[in-house]
């Protein structure tokens, strides 16, 4: 079955950078891209951009553009999302998701807790 | 950018009681709207792909209709565990954009 699953909850200080994994298995990864969705704390949900696991193109919010890298590891599977410059209002929950078609999200990791305090 | 905007932005409903949640785009996506529900501490999960198409395991008291800018997510028969926050999303173009929200709660 579908699985992603990202790595654990992250405490950065101002300025400092994040990079956050997204491991993916029980499917074809080079098939579909991966989007990264945050969510701020009692926040609704802001989509941050995608790559193409296969090509490993990008794109990403201009709200972002700048600050984000998306890579990926086509050997391990997985799926890289860095932040960088970090500020407070960064402080989220990050989520990278699996997508079909042009913008639906089937399979959620199940979320990445970033705070970002001094 | 496309918005959308979801109302109400929360609502309190019985068990049994049936619910609908609105969503309205600032533009015509034609039909490219999915639902989701969160519950807290947990990721997004997708009820509804392409407006009315019903996601594979959700159960089918979930319904959704709608196309061009206004789109109606239908919850029949509430069950203890739809209490839970609900998302509409547009795929109609970049970037994806979401609703903000409508919270059900149990009245």
């Not at chain 2, 959700?58 to 319904?63: A, E, G, L, Q, T």
């Amino acid at each position: 079955q579908v699985q992603v699953v990202q790595s654990g909850a992250e405490v950065k200080k101002p300025g400092a950078s994040v990079k956050v994994s997204c491991k993916t298995s029980g499917y074809s990864f080079i098939s579909y891209y991966i989007h990264w969705v945050r969510q701020a704390p009692g926040q609704g949900l802001e989509w941050m951009g995608w790559i193409n696991p296969n090509k490993g193109d990008t794109r990403y919010s201009q709200k972002l553009e700048g600050r984000v890298i998306m890579t990926r590891d086509t050997t391990t599977t997985t799926v890289y999302m860095e932040l960088t410059s970090l500020r407070s209002d960064d402080t989220a929950v990050y989520y990278c998701a699996r997508v079909r078609g042009v913008g639906t999200a089937d399979s959620w990791g199940q979320g990445t807790l970033v705070t970002v305090s001094s | 950018d496309i918005q959308m905007t979801q109302s109400p932005s929360s609502l309190s409903a019985s068990v049994g009681d049936r619910v609908t949640i609105t969503c309205r785009a600032s533009q015509s996506i034609t039909g490219y709207l999915n639902w989701y529900q969160q519950k807290p501490g947990k990721a997004p999960e997708l009820l509804i792909y392409a407006a009315s198409s019903l996601q594979a395991g959700v159960p089918s008291r979930f319904s959704g209709s709608g196309s061009g800018t206004d789109f109606t997510l239908t919850i029949t028969n509430l069950q203890p565990e739809d209490f839970a926050t609900y998302y509409c999303q547009q795929s109609s173009g970049m970037p994806l954009t979401f609703g903000g929200g409508t919270r059900v709660d149990i009245k």
